[in-house]
């Protein structure tokens, strides 16, 4: 019987892409990563520049899409200028995490 809530349904892709993160793990370890770090951003600066390389070789993979890839490197960019009161300010900004965030001024702001 289709109801019966304590059986598990098996999908078509039942374990092949279950390592992939959605958009919104990717934000949220990144968003952690600073706020555990909201005392120190140079302590800050360094886990994002670890986290780069991941996503660099995930986007590599296949694993992240180009949206996504760019939407964090525009986050790191602006999470890398920012020291003291402006880092702050950027981990209590919750448009700032959100999916879909472009800084104020269009996407020209990174110089590319």
């Given amino acids: ?5 304590f059986t598990k ?11 992939i993160k959605g958009t919104k793990v990717w934000i949220e370890e990144l968003q952690q990563a600073c706020e555990r770090n909201y005392d120190s951003p140079t302590g800050g600066h360094m886990l994002i520049r670890e986290m ?4 660099g070789d995930a986007h590599r993979d296949g694993d992240l ?3 996504l890839f760019e939407g964090l490197e525009r986050r790191a960019f602006h999470l890398l200028r920012a020291d ?3 880092w702050i ?4 900004d919750l448009e700032f995490w959100k999916p879909g965030w472009r ?3 269009g996407s020209t702001d990174e110089g590319s």
Avoid: C, R, Y
């Avoid at 019987?1 to 809530?5: I, N, R, S, Y």
């Avoid at 999908?11 to 092949?16: K, L």
């Avoid at 780069?52 to 996503?55: L, N, R």
């Avoid at 300010?89 to 209590?92: E, G, P, S, V």
């Fill in 1 to 5: 019987m289709g109801w019966w809530p």
């Fill in 52 to 55: 780069q390389v991941e996503w």
């Fill in 103 to 105: 800084a104020k001024g």
């Fill in 9 to 19: 349904k098996k999908s078509a892709d039942s374990g092949e892409n279950l390592h």
């Fill in 89 to 92: 300010t950027l981990l209590d």
């Fill in 84 to 86: 003291g009161k402006d």
């Fill in 65 to 67: 899409d180009k949206e």
